[in-house]
């Protein structure tokens, strides 16, 4: 059975950074985009930034882009996350998801992890 398990989380001061990682199981790591998601309460899930399967290709929110990186190790099965000047409004759950095909919505993606809390303080 394939899982997705995250780790990395933590509370940071405003500007700070953070490393999230996304290990998964199973064999199907490397044939598959993975994205990155995060959910704050009372607020649906968006998406944060995805890689494709061989990592050559990704793409970002706009609220993020310039401060956040995707990357993979497909030899490790994990895909990272590395968030750099966070601020207060980058508090979340963070998610990662395997995909069924590379895209931006939640529907794109058919398995997901069970999160990783980030909170930034001002």
């Known amino acids: 059975q394939v899982q997705l398990v995250e780790s990395g989380g933590g509370l940071v001061q405003a500007g700070g950074s953070l490393r999230l990682s996304c290990a998964v199981s199973?064999?199907?790591?490397?044939?598959?985009?993975m994205g990155w998601f995060r959910q704050a309460p009372g607020k649906e899930r968006e998406f944060v930034a995805a890689?494709?399967?061989?990592?050559?290709?990704?793409t970002y929110a706009d609220s993020v882009k310039g401060r956040f990186t995707i990357t993979r190790d497909n030899a490790k099965n994990t895909v990272y996350l590395q968030m750099n000047s966070l601020q207060p409004e980058d508090t979340a759950g963070y998610y990662c998801?395997?995909?069924?095909?590379?895209?931006?919505?939640?529907?794109?993606?058919?398995?997901w992890g069970q999160g990783t809390q980030v909170t930034v303080s001002s």
């Open positions: 998801g395997r995909g069924r095909k590379f895209g931006v919505d939640t529907r794109d993606y058919d398995l």
């Open positions: 890689i494709s399967s061989s990592g050559d290709i990704t």
């Open positions: 199973g064999r199907t790591f490397g044939n598959r985009p």
